[in-house]
């Protein structure tokens, strides 16, 4: 009689993985934190993790002007589990400001004012020449009054930068 002995030595299967971030642009919209997940199997469980040691089966979303790291990881039995990690970001969007006029004329001793609408950050004004004409803003009205000297100024109205905006100005010319 003869035998014969054969060891066998089975691998875990490797997983293909891929994923591509979300990289845009503040618009107040939820966006899955990553855009496309590619896994080969197909069928291998998928979890997501921002910290690398907490994982959850459920996509992270990106809204805010941010930027951080997702990890996914991909599992199957009898295959080796394989992690990405991704950078997700959102910009600051363009700012806006919207002024009710862009230029006016004043005779000396008077003043004229304008609106502001639409601005994403907090309001300031200035004025290029304080001897022609001055300007000041409450709530959403700028008020320009004369100075002593005729001419022409420019006054600028600026909507700072905010969390998901840029800065953004605009300007008035005022003629005394």
Request: hydrophobic share 30%; charged share 10%.
């Amino acid at each position: 009689a003869k035998s014969a002995t054969y060891t066998a030595t089975v691998q875990n299967g490797t997983i293909s993985l891929s994923a591509t971030p979300y990289s845009g642009t503040y618009d107040g919209k939820a966006h899955n934190a990553l855009t496309k997940v590619i896994v080969n199997p197909s069928d291998a469980k998928l979890e997501y993790s921002l910290d690398g040691n907490t994982y959850s089966e459920t996509m992270p979303t990106i809204t805010n002007t941010s930027e951080f790291t997702v990890t996914v990881k991909a599992s199957k039995e009898g295959y080796k589990t394989q992690t990405t990690t991704e950078t997700v970001k959102v910009n600051k969007a363009n700012g806006n400001l919207t002024l009710s006029a862009t230029s006016g004329t004043i005779a000396y001793p008077n003043d004229t004012s304008f609106t502001v609408s639409n601005n994403t950050g907090s309001l300031s004004v200035s004025s290029n020449n304080t001897n022609i004409a001055t300007a000041s803003i409450s709530g959403n009205t700028v008020t320009v009054k004369s100075g002593t000297t005729a001419g022409t100024a420019t006054i600028t109205v600026k909507s700072a930068a905010s969390t998901n905006y840029n800065e953004k100005t605009a300007t008035y010319t005022v003629t005394v």
